[in-house]
């Protein structure tokens, strides 16, 4: 499992039950953790997936209208 992924999780989100993690890392862009079976991580593994990330996040909040 990548370690550093759920301590920065840990971090992040301190509150939140880390009860069940599964990794997906065979992805060619990113890697994937889903906790508890309904949160979804992503985590770029090239600078331009970081950068098309935070593009994502941007519009979701667009679109979201914070």
Do not use: S
Not at 12 to 41: S, W
Request: net charge positive; proline share 2%.
């Amino acid at each position: 499992m990548k370690i550093i992924y759920v301590e920065r999780m840990r971090e992040l989100y301190a509150y939140l039950e880390l009860n069940q993690i599964q990794v997906n890392d065979i992805g060619q862009y990113n890697d994937v953790l889903i906790v508890n079976d309904t949160l979804v991580f992503r985590f770029p593994k090239y600078i331009k997936g970081i950068k098309k990330l935070e593009k994502e996040v941007m519009v979701n909040l667009l679109l979201k209208g914070v």
